[in-house]
């Protein structure tokens, strides 16, 4: 796992406005990503298996507060990206 860092327009981004939350990633890094919200013992998935490489959903439903984790997938490689919420 690890935080975001500012390594370019290659690194995963999140953001959250309104009632949804977006992904970006680059589909040539990561075949596919899965979103899960992580709050207390409990974890909503709120995509997964996604291969568009830009993906909002609604976040209407999910606890407040937690945090984000962005799992990118490419074969057997796997990323776990954190964010906070």
């Avoid at 997964?48 to 959903?57: F, V």
């Amino acid at each position: 796992m690890r935080k975001p860092s500012s390594l370019g327009t290659l690194e995963p981004k999140l953001h959250e406005t309104g009632s949804s939350v977006c992904a970006n990633w680059s589909t040539q890094q990561y075949r596919s990503a899965s979103l899960l919200l992580q709050h207390g013992d409990t974890a909503s998935v709120v995509f997964i298996d996604d291969e568009s490489g830009d993906m909002c959903a609604s976040t209407g439903g999910l606890p407040v507060g937690g945090e984000w984790q962005l799992s990118l997938r490419n074969g057997l490689q796997f990323e776990q990206v954190i964010f906070a919420r």
